[in-house]
Structure formats: C-alpha cells, structure tokens
C-alpha cells in the first residue's frame, strides 16, 4: 500500500512530493505566496492645513468631500516611480471612516442621496487604504481598535510613521468633533470585534437590508485581518532567530485575545461565526446602534427594486432611484462572486436555498473565511491563542449537529480550499471518529494516508442507524479522498474499490429502516437524507473510477 500521506507535522523544508505539512504562510483561498506579496507604499501624515480641512469637513457632515481629499491624497503620487510616500490621515479619521461606510444613519436611514454617497466614499477609501499602503502601515491596527467611550476620542492622538520607532503626537484639538468619531463610532459601540461578527450574521438571517451592508464592511474587515497576518508572517520568515514573534502582535491576536483568554471566551468567538439569527443568538449578538434595524420612511423608499445592492457596480438597489455611476464612485475592488467559491457540485440556485438558514452564499464564504484564518493563529501560535485540537472540538460542537444541507456547506471540497490542506484533514477526521461505527479502528494522529482511509474510514457505517449521520460520514469520507487525491494522490487497487464499495453498502443497509413506521412528514425527511446519502455514494464511486482510468491510461 502506497505510504503518501497528508501530514499535520512534517517539516515543509524536508517533506518528501508525497506528503503535505501544515506550516503554510496563510490558509485561505487562494494561498498568497510571499513572492507574490505586493510592495505597499510607505506613508506619511497629511500637511496640517489639509487636516485641518478634513477635520473641519467631517464636523459639518460635509463627509463626502473629506472623504473625496482624503483620496485625493492618498493617491497621489502613485505613479511616479518609485511612488512618493501616501498622505494618511490621523486613526481616528480612518476609523471614522470605517463607521460612515456601516452607520444606519448613511445607509439604510439615509435621508439623501448625499449621505448614500459618502457611504460608498467611506468603503472605497478604506479599500484603497489597504490596496495601497498596507494594514501595516497604514496604522490599521490602531484605527481599527474597539474601545470604550471614555477612550475613543483619544484614538486620533497619535499616527506612527512608517519605519519610525516612536509614534509622532499630534495636538489633541486635531480630534475630530463628532458623535460617529467618538462615542458613537462602531468602535466604541460594540464590546469586541466579534459582537459585530455576531451581529453581522445575524443580520445575514434576519435583516437583509442591514446584511447588504455588513456583509460589504465585514468582508473588508476579513481581507485587513488575513493581509496583516500575511504581512506579518513575511516579516517572521525573515527574521524567524529574533525573540519576539510579529504575529503575535498581529490584529487577529488582539481580536482574539481581547480582555478575556479564557475558554470561556474561545466558545464565545465561535458562537459569534456560527450566529444563526435565532432567539439565543440575537440575544448574545444585539445591534450596535439602536433601533439599527429600524428604516425611515422617506421619497427614497417609495419606488422599490428587487435588484440587489451592489456599491462596486454602481448599485444601489432599493436605497433610491437614479443610482450614482460606478465612475462616480471611482474603481473599487469587484465583490466576490459566490458562484465561484460556492459547492460544484450543486446549482447556485440550490445553493442559495440550502445556506439561507445561515444567511445566504455570502455569509457561508465569510464564516469560511474566519473559521480558517482561526485554525491558522491556532496551528502557528497555540501558545498564544488555543490547541488546534481544542479549536476544532468547538467547531464540531457547531458543526456536528447542523442539517445535512448546512453540515455539507462546511465540509465539502469547496469549502475545504479555505483551509491547509493538513488542517482540513485535521478537521474532517475529528468529525469522523465522531460520527464513524465504534468498530472502526481508531487513528491516533492527524496523519492521513490511502492505507488509513482504507483502514479506518472507507468500509464502516455510522454509530447510529440515522440516514443523516450516516450520510455526513459518506459526505466527510468522499471530501477526506479528494483531499488525498488532489494533494498527493490515490493509487487505485483492487482493496480500494473493495473498501469503499464495502462502505457505501454498509451505510445504505444501517440506514435502511430509519423510516420504518415513521410519519409520512418524517419518511419525506429521510427519503431527502437517502438523496445525499446516494449522491455522495455515486461520487465516491466515480472519483474511484477516475483513478482507475488514469492508472490504466498511463500504464498503456
């Protein structure tokens, strides 16, 4: 039996072609390699007339043209070569501008056409923030810093230039006058990055107006937290004999260690990426700001769309009529398409109906997002964060008792490309020792090769005679082999068919008389958990057929 494998401990520098090691430079999809890392320009504050100005414009709510200097100043100079350093405002401009782009007040309350646009100015400035300069020097960390009242309104009084040892002060009348710069910032407002991550998704199911809105925010917020860990990685590849660690200072560290590094703590992040809009959760995640949820009744909401909002495209769905070009607005970023990370093997249409319970194809992507870049912090920094096997217990917690369609969501082979192959692995097999019949061999490691797949997964049932379980053990098996097969490769052999037909007959007959005597409500249930049963069946059964016929073609 062949000896490939994927590995959770192999030493990348000395692995062998048919093995795979955990220690990855990022989890998410697409894997950014360091010598693709884009050369960030360095920065350096904004001349004190035109800070003036824009703190000036921020005061009387003239947020667009603050926001359309601030551009202006941060691109400029681009061209030139080598690019001059970027103008960058004080942190607490930068997060001002991170709440216009969510507040009520500019979108969903929005009571002209005015506000609507310094909203989409606010995102587009963030973005080209990050695009331009980096979260590293672009001082996102410190812009980007949930704080009390009392403390936000001191968030302005320093900016650190790029390169620089000591941040430089700037005077305290400098701080922008303004209730959404302060105490009514989305900063001060919410305990903790995941009180928003908790709030956002349950928006994603409850509110959708708000949704189309979080989702935008919250995804940028993702993109700041994988490229400063990235960046920050870099920074430890190169140097990795100094004593202290730059990932340890990272912005996902600080969200995650935040005032509290218990369990306790660690269950409450989780539950926050899994908030689902039900009573519990709503309770655990509120709104930030109140009555958010609450829209004005105003000329711009009597002509109603059903086209979606869309600020890249220049959208602005049912908000008013005679939507801005995208010109206007400048380029920004496209948003991601879930048709392209979503599941292959079902229509997008199907997709949306099975992820609406948890908000939709967007919100499965950012839950992905987030649920991979903590396995990452987790596999690199334990020490600091949690045991990657205590982090994946939790997310089983979550995951294990989830409807057959949202249980698939999170464990195909799409949605495993968020993860390192090794820590998908990890994953996948922490479900299986769970779900698998006690009479399966149990494997000890992380390790997983051909042999241990025949050994320990393909042949067996379920532990229960429910269709649904044994289906979520075809369903984590079929993902565990392509994970093999698109890693280091299957080798077909006459045990492997054997094993995996072995399989598919066990958890066809274990589950044969689950809908026995039950409801015809029930039997319906099932014949729908028999559907996902099969279908994984017959994709196994092809994946396996597929390794025959390249076998046999290169052996002619």
């Not at 960030?40 to 100005?53: A, N």
């Not at 009597?302 to 070009?325: H, L």
């Amino acid at each position: 039996m062949p000896s490939r494998k994927i590995s959770q401990r192999s030493n990348p520098s000395t692995q062998s072609s048919d093995s795979i090691a955990t220690a990855s430079t990022s989890s998410t999809r697409p894997s950014i390699h360091y010598d693709a890392l884009p050369a960030f320009r360095t920065v350096k504050p904004i001349p004190y007339e035109l800070g003036e100005q824009c703190r000036i414009y921020f005061e009387e709510s003239l947020h667009v043209s603050a926001l359309n200097l601030l551009i202006s100043l941060l691109t400029s100079g681009t061209t030139s070569t080598p690019p001059r350093p970027a103008f960058l405002p004080s942190s607490q401009q930068i997060a001002l501008a991170a709440t216009l782009a969510i507040h009520p007040s500019l979108t969903t309350r929005a009571e002209s056409e005015n506000r609507l646009q310094a909203s989409a100015f606010a995102l587009q400035y963030l973005r080209q923030v990050l695009s331009l300069v980096g979260p590293i020097n672009g001082g996102l960390q410190d812009a980007f810093a949930f704080s009390t009242p009392e403390t936000s309104s001191r968030r302005g009084a320093r900016r650190r230039a790029a390169g620089d040892d000591v941040a430089t002060p700037i005077d305290s009348l400098d701080s922008v006058d303004l209730e959404l710069a302060n105490a009514g910032s989305v900063w001060a407002k919410a305990q903790d990055f995941w009180r928003v991550v908790g709030w956002a998704f349950n928006c994603s199911v409850l509110h959708q107006r708000r949704w189309e809105r979080w989702h935008l925010w919250l995804r940028y917020m993702i993109d700041v937290l994988e490229k400063d860990w990235v960046m920050r990685s870099h920074m430890h590849s190169q140097d990795e004999d100094t004593e202290e660690d730059p990932r340890e200072g990272s912005m996902i560290v600080r969200y995650l260690s935040g005032n509290d590094t218990t369990a306790r703590q660690d269950r409450r992040i989780i539950r926050a990426i899994f908030a689902d809009g039900s009573p519990k959760s709503a309770a655990e995640f509120p709104e930030i700001w109140r009555n958010e949820t609450k829209e004005k009744k105003r000329e711009l909401d009597v002509k109603k769309t059903t086209s979606k909002i869309d600020i890249d495209a220049g959208n602005w769905g049912d908000y008013m009529d005679g939507a801005s070009s995208s010109s206007e607005l400048g380029d920004t970023p496209p948003p991601e398409s879930p048709s392209k990370t979503a599941i292959e093997t079902v229509s997008t249409t199907t997709i949306s109906d099975v992820s609406a319970p948890l908000g939709g194809p967007e919100s499965i992507v950012l839950r992905l997002r987030l649920l991979s870049l903590l396995s990452t912090v987790s596999v690199f920094l334990p020490h600091v964060y949690t045991p990657l096997g205590t982090l994946y217990d939790i997310y089983f917690e979550h995951i294990r008792p989830l409807p057959l369609p949202q249980f698939f969501l999170f464990v195909s082979p799409s949605s495993m490309h968020y993860f390192h192959s090794a820590a998908a692995s990890s994953f996948l097999q922490i479900l299986l020792r769970s779900l698998v019949a006690s009479s399966a061999p149990l494997h000890r490691t992380d390790d997983v090769r051909q042999e241990t797949m025949e050994r320990c997964y393909l042949p067996y049932p379920a532990n229960t005679a429910s269709i649904s379980d044994n289906a979520k053990v075809s369903l984590c098996v079929e993902t565990l082999l392509r994970l093999l097969q698109s890693h280091v490769g299957l080798v077909w052999s006459e045990s492997l068919q054997e094993k995996v037909e072995q399989g598919i007959q066990a958890r066809e007959q274990k589950g044969k008389k689950a809908g026995k005597g039950k409801g015809r409500g029930k039997a319906s249930g099932e014949e729908d958990e028999r559907m996902w049963l099969r279908g994984s069946a017959g994709r196994i059964r092809g994946l396996v057929e597929l390794v025959k016929g390249q076998q046999e073609a290169m052996e002619e």
